[in-house]
């Protein structure tokens, strides 16, 4: 029989020896939102508009989402931009409203940080700390919320490799927060059909290399609003702990990704699909919990 | 709202207006396998050795997997290696030996065809023949099986777009025959721990694109045998109209990709969960013949 | 000190232990196509059209190239095109074309060669056969010309890595022919303001290597006529052995790569750059053969 | 003839009606970094360690690239590193260190800079400063460097197209900061026998659309020693403006990147290589100035 070098997880050995490996900790970390396990048996649906807009925009997706069965809430009130001259998020007003919503709904927020000198301020109104793709080797930043208490939303640089992916959770959990979800959302190809290729493969990888959970972004990984569904399904079948998941209640007139954001009708459907899926694999969609109020 | 030129499935006009496009011809082709439909209700379940390497060995492996519910049965009998000194495949005795099995389960074979001059040969054995991926955009091999009245098993080329992926298959169709089955087994990217990325997200593309039955090789998609029924499961929901994977009585002692073929155990596991997924999103895996004796 | 694997040249040991490698044959092998020489001190210059589209084209293409310095002339009569629908080449007429104006020029010719069944015909026409990137791995094909007594120009598929392009070659060499030229013609990455991106580093690294010789072609290595000269003068600095260049009378009119082709003007003014170049660095341009009438 | 979509140098109108564009500033930018022009007729020529690691590294470095012609020293305080138990820096003591051997020899200092709360620090000891190519897209960093007065040297991220590249020097200039020169510094692509691919054709490219200078650093580009001298002399040839090399007083004891540094004679042999290809454009390598002690 012939050899293969790539019959080997990862090429060397630091994921091996790391705080992030299987090898060190052989049992699944479950994150605990404000309530809501991540990395346990039920499969946890984060939804939400891209950034926050306006209260209307944010209240009304929630409250649907919500009743839709999300069971976190994601809006952005930083957003990275590739040109400086877009929508840049509506900042300390965006993380109000999404702090007055939560209260209405029950719902957990989690939304992005961007600057070392936001993690205070991002933590002292959000449930989960976002790091965006563009950001996963930012070491100050990851460090910096690596000393917050928060759990830790990593997305994948869209460049990077499993390996790098792995390394840098492992610079937040070397600050001493083991709260991480990692979160697959599409990598940079040569394919221009899609705006990334969502790299479905990333979670098997990863569920064997660490013991942390791995859930999937399906707006972003693929772009196009109709494509979400079927890669959703894809994502629950193949053993991801979660989805994140952009929607919007009129996609049309999104100041951010409305192209892939899902209408609240799509996200119904999607997420009664969604549920046969699990079943068919002995799990079950996380149900939200209940405004306390 | 944003406008954003990815939200058009693909650029420039060509897939329009060709013979491969769904605006052409609306309805999905079913591709008939010697009695076995591709592109209907029913997934197809494609099983085999990577290459023809003795009697013993293909006749074990295909009793095998037709008791396991494959369908159509897969085998190389000229074999594409990347160095000249691995060995090359059987040959003419390995299409015999391919013919011997297929009288006695009544699978129909799939096997790959590289050379203009062997087509004839090689559509005297088999019930459908596979164009390999280096073979992709090897033009006068794609007109030679448009010739032939064989079906056709044409896989993506590592380094291929889904547009010119479907350029080649017009190639074929050119010819007159639209008997193609399209297969996406993995493209190139940066990423080294799996061997190739599969992309499954071609397969809602293309769906879309085409009338043209899609399904996936998670075998050379990912290159590690423990990764295919995660990446199988993902495919069946992501909408696959089939699977094509390499099994191996023995794949410690296989001559060639051991370390991605299924063992006959592995195999039986994976239908078992193949099917249950299958039936979660309304459909069923495809029953295989009886041997006509 | 770090320990970092990219310091090996090549992962794999194959290529060291190969026929291909420096390992195998310290010294430099000189490719004589009709008497001009490519791997010695001298840089040949090939040039001409992309395809042999009429008499008038070629006739007065090739005498402009010759006039600049040109010492061998390409024109291809089967072209390998995405679209079936697209011009596919003047075939045997074309190879009857070039025949002609080699008499009158001199000039030696080198065209591709895409079916097995091709071989034979066109290596009665040509005095060197291209191997296009799209068939670097069409193993029949690089076994037939193998066979073949003409010396091959092997272009590296856009895909291919440095190994991969090697054993390439090593297939015809593995037939008894050594008499081989590798052509850096580009690779697909992300980037796509440029058709491909040409790697430059593969020369180094290819002569490291092997002792084959390596030129480049910057014509499909950008797909952009304005960056053609500034790329030609970075491959002489980087040590190329050669250049391979699309030139055409009236780029405007071109049946295909029109936008990437040289004008007979441009040509002219590169050409002169060069030879500044080429002095820098102690090498010098290949002078043309006499058409021996 | 064929029409081709790549003949216009970028997609989409956003760098046209930027402020890094030709068309809003059609003559060249030039970059004084403490009396050292970037972007003017002579190439500037950047050289140090990868990392202060100690004054007797960093003096015997640095006095011998100054010998040899550098114009401008570089030194990281702050490194990125992908594993957190890695040498991340000498921090503010690096940058003393760097101030010193300034006075001493009179060479500008360039370092790196990476947490939008180092920029006042940082900018208080170096002459310019350098994002990184893993903060390529880190937008804050972006914008605090814009609001600072030194220039900034802008490397591209491994995965950015030269669109993206543009876009985040335009989140520096939106603040104001115009002093900007953009580096080259290699692409990530499927070839894995250099550390990265260098993409030359980035210079003609970024050259033809923005008005800023264009420099390429050979040594995160190769990944490997012997790689950087032929590549540095085609940077020359295809038109940049200077060159960032890491240079190592002992490479073998290098704390990161010595495998990829030259030692001080591989500097002087490549130093009088790269002004005789200099000269065949018609351009010098820029003169050190002299210690204004």
Redesign the interface.
């Known amino acids: ?2 050899t ?4 080997k ?4 050995k ?1 994921p091996i020896q790391s705080k992030v490996s299987r090898y060190t900790k052989p049992d699944d970390t479950l994150v605990n939102v404000s309530g809501i396990q991540i990395g346990g048996s039920d499969i946890v649906i984060i939804a939400g508009p891209c950034a926050v807009e306006s209260r209307e925009q944010l209240f009304s997706t929630s409250r649907s989402v919500k009743a839709g069965g999300a069971a976190i809430l994601r809006g952005g009130a930083f957003k ?6 877009n929508f840049q998020g509506m900042g300390e007003e965006g993380l109000k409203l999404l702090s007055e919503i939560r209260k209405e709904t029950g719902l957990p927020i989690v939304t992005e940080v ?4 936001q993690v205070e301020l991002v933590a002292s109104y959000a449930d989960m700390l976002q790091i965006g793709s ?2 996963m ?4 930043l990851l ?1 910096e919320v690596g000393m917050s208490k928060k759990p830790v939303l990593l997305k994948r ?3 990077a ?4 992916f792995l ?1 840098a959770a ?2 937040i959990l ?1 600050q001493g927060n083991g709260q991480i979800v990692l979160c697959e959302r599409g ?9 990334n ?5 990333a ?3 990863l569920k ?1 290399l660490t013991h942390l959970p791995v859930i999937i972004d399906p707006s972003h ?4 609003r ?2 979400v569904p ?2 959703a ?7 991801a702990d979660g989805l994140i998941m952009e929607v919007h209640y009129k ?9 892939q954001s899902l209408s609240l009708d799509e996200f119904d459907l999607l997420m009664a ?1 969604m549920k ?2 699990a ?3 002995g799990r079950e969609i996380a149900v939200p919990k209940h405004a306390t109020v």
Do not use: H
């Open positions: 029989m012939e293969n070098p790539s019959d997880p990862v090429k060397g630091s990275p931009r590739s040109s400086p001259y961007m600057d070392t000198r563009r950001n080797q930012n070491y100050p460090k640089g869209m460049m490799t499993v390996e790098e390394m492992e610079y070397s990598i940079r190809t040569f394919e221009t059909s899609t705006r290729t969502l790299d479905l493969s979670v098997p990888m064997r990984g693929t772009g196009l109709w494509m079927p890669m399904k894809a994502s629950i079948a193949v053993g996609p049309e007139e999104a100041l951010c990704d409305g192209f699909d046969k899926i079943k068919a694999i």
